[in-house]
């Protein structure tokens, strides 16, 4: 189900990441006191009372003709037409300023809820100034300190009442949902098109032509998948970045949906540091990943070619060495045909079972070749492991000490069971619990 989107805006220095890193639990953000620090949107996953949703930290918005507060002003243009939530930031030691004044006719045209909270309340007696807010016309507005983490609970409790209400999405165990991610120009529409054999979707060499996310039905060879086209970040005639990463919450939400996602990359162009932050996103959520490399016709290959791009892009997303390499162009169909059939793989290994005593055979053949590690003294004791989850696969080890279970070992009792069970394209996920 989709989750909410909340974007926190405001002109720059009100303490936007600041608060950002609160609500999130870590420090994704640069924080630093000097206006515009704040370049690009940071997208995050946030919780209150139980209920996930997406938080985008924005630039500043900030009225002039400077290149950098235009290009931090489109930003948050881009956050407020795709939030559900605005959370409105302002500064209560400045008072309102004709810029917080311009942020709020900004806001007044995208009839989304806003939620005005006042930063840098750090003391009770300040609590007092904060009514000349109400002018700004947004309501009751919030006294908190995004450097003490005062006042949060108060303003997530409203802003979580403004979330809508999510049908649940129905989906049939036997379809695969799969999803394509990647920068924009790499050939997702393009690609699409070929699998569906027809010009079902409008393909342009202009970045960012797709509009909106399509979910496109597919029947191959018996098996029902839907596709999910990850949109550009054109939307109304807008023309919002020139910039690489305008695919990033659209790919979030895409991702969500997802058993497996396609990570498209450019033979021509190379692999590129935004390729590795949106794999990564889909990594980070347990999803089962096949990295297709296309446009494989528009460069000069003899027989070292593929194997030498495929160790370049092992050297490059190290943490998705599960994940399989697919070379094809959608414009010719080269090699097209092995991308269903690996999607499918991946697929049924993201959802696969091991049955317990099955895995600790194989847990136990593989203490016997690498006894577990000691530590001062103390002794790792595997009892015996079962699997509790799918969609990633879980497994939990009870052990005698789970302090005792060094990542290093972790790691090898992985590559263990990869090995016996194959899981191509699946992150798999091992926990080591003490038995009780």
Same mark, same amino acid.
Request: avoid cysteine; hydrophobic fraction near 40%; charged fraction near 30%.
């Given at each position: ?21 609160? !609500? ?24 209150? =009372? ?17 290149? =950098? ?37 900004? !806001?007044?045209?995208?009839?989304? %809820? ?69 920068? %924009? ?9 070929? !699998? ?55 790919? !979030? ?121 000691? =530590? ?16 990633? %696969? ?32 699946? %992150? ?9």
């Amino acid at each position: 189900m989709r989750k909410a989107v909340v974007a926190i805006v405001g002109r720059p220095n009100v303490g936007k990441s600041t608060i950002f890193n609160r !609500l999130v639990g870590e420090r994704i953000s640069i924080v630093e006191d000097i206006p515009g620090v704040t370049r690009d949107r940071i997208y995050s996953q946030a919780e209150w =009372l139980n209920t996930n949703f997406n938080l985008i930290d924005t630039g500043g918005i900030e009225i002039g003709d400077e290149p =950098l507060l235009i290009q931090m002003r489109q930003q948050a243009e881009i956050a407020i037409d795709e939030a559900d939530v605005i959370i409105f930031i302002v500064n209560a030691k400045e008072g309102i300023t004709a810029a917080d004044e311009e942020v709020a006719k900004l !806001l007044y045209k995208s009839s989304k %809820p806003v939620v005005l909270a006042v930063n840098k309340v750090d003391n009770p007696e300040m609590r007092d100034e904060i009514y000349e807010y109400y002018s700004l016309g947004f309501g009751e507005p919030f006294p908190i300190s995004g450097a003490h983490g005062l006042g949060l609970g108060d303003l997530l409790d409203e802003v979580v009442t403004h979330f809508p209400q999510f049908e649940q999405e129905s989906h049939d165990e036997d379809t695969i949902y799969f999803s394509l991610i990647g920068r %924009p120009n790499v050939g997702k529409s393009s690609l699409v098109n070929a !699998l569906l054999n027809e010009e079902r979707v409008i393909v342009s060499d202009i970045e960012g032509t797709t509009r909106d996310a399509i979910d496109t039905h597919l029947n191959k060879d018996g098996q029902d998948y839907v596709i999910i086209d990850t949109a550009g970040m054109r939307k109304r005639g807008k023309v919002y970045e020139s910039t690489e990463k305008y695919s990033v919450l659209r790919a !979030l939400r895409a991702i969500e949906r997802s058993d497996v996602v396609l990570v498209l990359i450019d033979a021509e162009t190379g692999i590129r540091e935004q390729d590795k932050k949106i794999a990564g996103y889909a990594h980070d959520a347990g999803r089962s990943i096949v990295i297709v490399v296309n446009k494989w016709d528009a460069i000069e290959t003899d027989e070292k070619t593929m194997k030498e791009f495929e160790e370049k892009i092992r050297a490059h997303f190290q943490f998705l060495d599960y994940a399989p390499i697919v070379f094809l162009s959608a414009k010719t169909k080269k090699r097209l045909h092995t991308l269903l059939p690996m999607v499918q793989l991946a697929s049924e290994n993201h959802a696969k079972r091991i049955p317990t005593n099955v895995l600790n055979d194989v847990i136990m053949d593989a203490i016997a070749m690498n006894p577990t590690p000691t =530590l001062k003294g103390r002794k790792l004791k595997v009892l015996y492991g079962t699997q509790v989850a799918v969609k990633p %696969p879980a497994f939990v080890i009870f052990v005698n000490e789970p302090e005792l279970m060094h990542f290093s070992y972790e790691r090898f009792l992985e590559n263990k069971i990869r090995d016996a069970f194959g899981f191509v394209g699946t %992150p798999i996920k091992i926990f080591a619990r003490r038995r009780s």
